[in-house]
């Protein structure tokens, strides 16, 4: 799957919220593991592809403080239009890993 990414694919978000950060029982669990999304943002990093990455079981925050909303509005060019953003945000679904808003290499913050 890493070798498959490069730095001219799209941006993503990821907001792995599962605690604690065990080792995975399952393939679900494996693909959707605190640790998949480090290697994902990591090699992300690494490439310059731009993300936006939140792994609280193990202490990482993006340094960006971009939320899942806030990165889908930049990325579908909604970005400074006037919104109800309560109302957005109550029909609002974030997609999986899908959406980013980093803006490449930079040091991850440790909550």
């Known amino acids: 799957m890493l070798d ?3 730095a ?3 941006p993503f978000y990821v907001d792995n919220f599962l605690e604690p950060a065990a080792p995975p029982l399952t393939v679900n669990l494996a693909f959707h593991h605190a640790n998949h ?6 090699q ?6 731009e993300n936006v990455a939140y792994m609280p079981a193990l202490g990482i925050a993006d340094p960006s403080g971009e939320d899942s909303l806030d990165f889908a509005l930049r990325h579908f060019g909604l970005w400074g239009v006037a919104l109800d953003r ?3 945000l109550t029909s609002f679904r ?3 890993s899908c959406g980013s808003g980093g803006t490449g290499r930079r040091a991850r913050l440790r909550i």
């Open 44 to 49: 992300a990093d690494e490439l310059g592809l």
């Open 86 to 88: 309560r109302r957005l």
């Open 8 to 10: 001219e694919d799209p």
């Open 4 to 6: 498959l990414m490069d």
């Open 94 to 96: 974030p997609l999986h």
């Open 37 to 42: 999304a480090l290697v994902l943002a990591d």
